[in-house]
Every structure is written in structure tokens, then in C-alpha cells.
């Protein structure tokens, strides 16, 4: 059974670690999106290890789909199949049904809905998302939840929060008989609830107090991210994860930006996930610690600097910023995978910053510091 450390506190945020059957994940963390098993750019797991990964993340229908999550099991379970043998933590594939609006039906067993891909149509439940997420045999597996839109209706919120609870006692049933059967890849497969609610802070807090006393292994905020402002979404966490356990993991889902990320963990976050750093990596936009560059500026083009003074990156250590930019214009796939490798060396290393900050007992200084490092790369036009 997995083990949750408070180490220590700040204000709301916390210090901790969480210990697994793949390995201790010290939090704050930021997890490493490779939706089909893969970092998109060209980044491996070797390369993972390299830029000091904790956690990576993949994708329950996208796996599902393709290559199949029968053939996953087949060849050992996705930590064999990737060759990844530190925590992975599977989503439900909720956010993709959320993300298909147009190709799906909602039911009280379920949701069907057409595949991306070829078509065919798909059917899952809490079920079928808990027996996929089995197959693949990841660390951790999310519940299958609807994200409703953060515009919607209140009265459409709060039914689809009312089912989404329900569905997660079926996920909670459904774990516990899978985590018994002798042919079960993990049975120590851990399984985290989502609070949902949009941007309603009544429907918020009360489906916080629901799932809370189900006592499941962690707790993740969803629904956020997804069309409200960063001034809604601080509030809804202000006013949620004091209702959520303390003495387990939180998890923000789909955030964010490195101030979204400073700005949750002081109110309480320890794990956080988001396709910026390898989407913007790929696009040419690298992070550093005055904001973003847009390599693809001509004033690069003669540029002998790394990416960033100091960082210690395989990209900076190696290349310049005049040749990086040389390989996105000559559209060369080593550009992207450098910016890839830089970004989320950048991510993984502010968490770390920010877990030693929290050590030393000075996160507040530090999150000043880092936002007006950030804001200061806006106003120069970086």
C-alpha cells in the first residue's frame, strides 16, 4: 500500500513523499506527458532519467485505442513495454470523452463515442477505464469522471458531478476486485478520485467532502484549465483543497504554466501534469528563468548563447541558440527534441527548486523571486 509523508508545511503548501511500488516520487512534482507511452519529440526514457524525471504520465484511451491495452499486458504491462521502471500514472481517458463533444453520448453506465482514429465506436465506463488502466499496469490510475465545460450550466454540473461520484464507487469496487485477481500485472495499482464542479464553489466543496471520506489514495482537482481565468482557478483552490485530506496527495490536472505551478503549490498541490513544455518545445518556445524565447526570432540567428546561462540541460550544455534555431527552420527533428529536453529540464527543475525552498523553509521569498523573474521576461519582450 502506497505511503504518503508530509514532510513539512508552508502555509497550505506542502513538502512531501509518496512512496509506491515503483519507486519514492518526492512532491512537489511535475509528471512528464507521454500520452501513447512517448514523449512527443523524440525523447526516451533514457533521456527521461537524464533530465530527472519523477513520474511520467500516459493516456487510457489513446493507449486503449492504439496499440491496444490487451497488447500492452501481453508484453509485460507499460513500465516493460517503455522501459520505464519508475511511477506512471494513467488518466482515465475522462478528459478525452470531454475533449470529443461532438462524437459522444453520455450515459449513467457510461459514455460511447467514436474513435479519433478510424472511427469505430467505443464504449467505456468506470469499468472498462479501471480494466484498461489494469492492462497497462500503471502506478497509478485516475477514476473515470466527466470534466464538464467550466461555462456550463449549473444545474448540468451539478448532475454530471452526481454521476461522476457514483462512478467513482464503481471505480473503487471494480480496482479492489481487479487488485485481487492472481493475473494482475500491479496489484498494488493505486487509484486517485477527481473532484469536479467547475467554477462552482458550492458544488466544488461539497463533492470534495464526498469523495474524501471514500479513503482512496489520492485526490486530484479536474476541470480547471479548460476555458476559466487563472484569477477563477486560484479561487476554486483556495476554497477546495482545504476540504480535500492532507494526508494525501493532490493532484491539479492539466496545469499549467510555471507561475500556475507556483501559484498551486502554495495552496496545497503536490502533483501537476501539462503538454506545454514538450507542445511549446516542439513550436520553437523554450522557457527560462526571465520567460519564454521564441527561437524562431531572427535576433537568434547569431546567437552564440545556450538556450539559458547555466542550465544544465543536454541542449544548453551542448548547443547554441543559433544552431537550435538553424535546425527548426531547416524543420530538423534534433531542434525540437533539444527544446523538448530543455523544457521539461526546466519543469523538473523548478519543482526541484521548489522542493528545496520548501526544505529551507523560504518558499515565499522564492515564488516572489520566480514570478518577477517571469514577468520581467514579458516586459523585455523576450
Known amino acids: 500500500m502506497a505511503k504518503y509523508e508530509l514532510i513539512r508545511t508552508a502555509g497550505r503548501a506542502k513538502r512531501g513523499r509518496f512512496h509506491t511500488v515503483h519507486g519514492t516520487i518526492e512532491t512537489p512534482v511535475f509528471m512528464n506527458v507521454g500520452t501513447v507511452g512517448a514523449i512527443k519529440g523524440a525523447v526516451s526514457t533514457m533521456d527521461l532519467k537524464e533530465i530527472g524525471t519523477q513520474v511520467e504520465l500516459s493516456n487510457t484511451y489513446h493507449l486503449h485505442v492504439r496499440p491496444g491495452d490487451e497488447i500492452v499486458k501481453q508484453m509485460g504491462g507499460l513500465h516493460r513495454f517503455m522501459n520505464w521502471d519508475r511511477p506512471i500514472l494513467t488518466d482515465s481517458g475522462g478528459f478525452q470523452v470531454f475533449s470529443l463533444a461532438g462524437l459522444r453520448k453520455?450515459?449513467?453506465?457510461g459514455v460511447t463515442f467514436q474513435?479519433?482514429?478510424?472511427?469505430?465506436?467505443?464504449?467505456?465506463?468506470?469499468?472498462?477505464?479501471?480494466?484498461?488502466?489494469?492492462?497497462?499496469?500503471?502506478?497509478?490510475?485516475?477514476?473515470?469522471?466527466e470534466?464538464?465545460?467550466s461555462v456550463a450550466e449549473r444545474s448540468y454540473v451539478e448532475q454530471s458531478v452526481?454521476?461522476?461520484?457514483?462512478?467513482?464507487?464503481?471505480?473503487?469496487?471494480?480496482?479492489?476486485?481487479?487488485?485481487?485477481?492472481?493475473?494482475?500485472?500491479?496489484?498494488?495499482?493505486?487509484?486517485?478520485?477527481?473532484?469536479?464542479?467547475?467554477i462552482y464553489e458550492d458544488i466544488r466543496i461539497r463533492h470534495a467532502d464526498q469523495i474524501s471520506e471514500m479513503n482512496l489514495d489520492g485526490y486530484a482537482v479536474g476541470g480547471l484549465a479548460v476555458g476559466?481565468?487563472?484569477e477563477q482557478m486560484y479561487h476554486i483552490l483556495d476554497e477546495v483543497v482545504p476540504h480535500l485530506p492532507q494526508d494525501k496527495p493532490t493532484y491539479l490536472m492539466g496545469v499549467g504554466t510555471p507561475a500556475n505551478i507556483l501559484e498551486g503549490v502554495e495552496r496545497g498541490i503536490d502533483f501537476f501534469d501539462c503538454v506545454y513544455p514538450s507542445r511549446n518545445g516542439r513550436h520553437g518556445h523554450v522557457y527560462t528563468n526571465h520567460g519564454k524565447l521564441n527561437l524562431f526570432n531572427a535576433k537568434y540567428q547569431l546567437d552564440p548563447k545556450p538556450i539559458e546561462e547555466g542550465c544544465g540541460c543536454p541542449a544548453c550544455r551542448s548547443y547554441s541558440r543559433s544552431y537550435?534555431?538553424?535546425l527548426l527552420k531547416a524543420n530538423e527533428m534534433l531542434g525540437?527534441?533539444?527544446?523538448?529536453?530543455?523544457?521539461?529540464?526546466?519543469?523538473?527543475?523548478?519543482?526541484?527548486?521548489?522542493?528545496?525552498?520548501?526544505?529551507?523553509?523560504?518558499?515565499?521569498?522564492?515564488?516572489k523571486m520566480r514570478l518577477e523573474g517571469f514577468a520581467e521576461g514579458k516586459i523585455n519582450g523576450r
Open 106 to 109: 453520455i450515459k449513467e453506465e
Open 336 to 367: 525540437m527534441r533539444l527544446c523538448v529536453l530543455h523544457n521539461l529540464y526546466f519543469y523538473n527543475h523548478l519543482m526541484e527548486e521548489i522542493r528545496d525552498a520548501l526544505d529551507a523553509g523560504n518558499f515565499a521569498e522564492y515564488k
Open 115 to 145: 474513435s479519433h482514429i478510424d472511427g469505430h465506436r467505443i464504449f467505456m465506463g468506470p469499468e472498462e477505464s479501471m480494466q484498461i488502466q489494469s492492462n497497462l499496469a500503471s502506478t497509478i490510475a485516475m477514476a473515470f469522471d
Open 162 to 198: 452526481d454521476r461522476t461520484t457514483r462512478w467513482l464507487v464503481r471505480c473503487k469496487k471494480e480496482m479492489d476486485r481487479l487488485n485481487s485477481l492472481p493475473d494482475t500485472l500491479n496489484r498494488e495499482q493505486l487509484l486517485f478520485g477527481i473532484n469536479q464542479g467547475a
Open 228 to 230: 476559466e481565468t487563472h
Open 147 to 149: 470534466c464538464p465545460s
Open 324 to 326: 537550435i534555431r538553424h
